[in-house]
């Protein structure tokens, strides 16, 4: 198992706001990665491998935090889509809840170069990150 980190040294290695991590009475760890936010949640992800390869499937370790007001939603879905040509993945990523507003995704994979936009929904919010793949 990982060990725990402080507040202060996760945001060292995260990319999320601290008022966001720290500043909300829940506690709720959210691990080192690609950070994101809604209305409602924080959400940091990371792929394995971390370099995402054309044609080859990836996974996606994520985990959610809600924000002061907001549950901790039950599943969080995503999805990968190329918006410029309107299309999705030709895979359907599945997802496993593995505790504590974490989460793993297997199957991805990205058939094209060009603008992928990975979209995460926590109830009914959606997180979205752009990327290229080259
Ligand atoms: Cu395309």
């Given at each position: 198992?990982?060990?725990?980190?402080?507040?202060?040294?996760?945001?060292?290695?995260?990319?999320?706001?601290?008022?966001a991590?720290?500043?909300?009475?829940?506690?709720?760890?959210?691990?080192?990665g690609?950070?994101?936010?809604?209305?409602?949640?924080?959400?940091?992800?990371?792929?394995?491998?971390?370099?995402?390869?054309?044609?080859?499937?990836?996974?996606?370790?994520?985990?959610?935090?809600?924000?002061?007001?907001?549950?901790?939603?039950?599943?969080?879905?995503?999805?990968?889509?190329?918006?410029?040509?309107?299309?999705?993945?030709?895979?359907?990523?599945?997802?496993?809840?593995?505790?504590?507003?974490?989460?793993?995704?297997?199957?991805?994979?990205?058939?094209?170069?060009?603008?992928?936009?990975?979209?995460?929904?926590?109830?009914?919010?959606?997180?979205?990150?752009?990327?290229r793949?080259?």
């Open positions: 198992m990982e060990k725990r980190r402080s507040c202060v040294r996760r945001h060292a290695q995260a990319l999320i706001a601290a008022v991590l720290c500043g909300a009475a829940q506690a709720c760890e959210l691990p080192a690609t950070g994101l936010e809604s209305a409602g949640f924080v959400l940091s992800y990371r792929t394995l491998p971390a370099a995402i390869a054309l044609g080859e499937h990836f996974s996606l370790d994520y985990a959610v935090c809600p924000k002061a007001g907001a549950v901790m939603p039950a599943t969080v879905k995503v999805d990968a889509w190329m918006p410029e040509h309107r299309h999705g993945m030709n895979y359907k990523a599945s997802v496993a809840a593995l505790g504590g507003g974490r989460f793993r995704a297997q199957g991805l994979l990205f058939h094209m170069p060009g603008r992928w936009e990975i979209v995460f929904e926590a109830d009914g919010e959606r997180l979205s990150h752009s990327l793949l080259e």
